[in-house]
């Protein structure tokens, strides 16, 4: 049996003034299926990638605020992309969702 500390993620609850933190959902836009392993890029001041979990959430903290590039890519589907401003001690959400792309 293992011992010690458990691995944990970021505490998105509590930030430092100075931080912001960006935490959401990916699912398919049509049947609100969660999707699993999509990659969420944030790019600006700092950039981070994480992989939605087999709920599709995901979380990206801490970061600095300001102004940031997002993205989400998943084989099959369109990708997403929009402009957030993220802003000191806060949490914000992002629910996205990703319009499936038939193969010809």
């Known amino acids: 049996m ?4 458990r691995p944990s993620l970021p505490n998105v609850g509590r930030l430092a003034s100075d931080s912001a933190a960006l935490v959401g959902t990916v699912a398919d ?3 609100g299926v969660a999707l699993t392993g999509v ?6 001041l700092a950039s ?11 979380a990206i903290s801490p970061v600095p605020p300001g102004r940031f590039s997002v993205a989400a890519m998943y084989i099959g589907y369109d990708g997403f ?13 992002l629910q996205v969702g990703l319009q499936y792309r038939a193969c010809p």
Not at 2 to 5: M, Q, Y
Not at 48 to 58: E, I, K, L, Q
Not at 83 to 93: F, N, Q, S
């Open 2 to 5: 293992r011992t010690g500390p």
């Open 29 to 31: 836009r049509q049947t």
């Open 39 to 44: 990659v969420v890029r944030l790019r600006g």
């Open 48 to 58: 981070r990638d994480v992989v939605s979990d087999s709920r599709g959430a995901f």
């Open 81 to 93: 992309r929009s402009v957030i401003e993220l802003e000191p001690g806060r949490t914000d959400t």
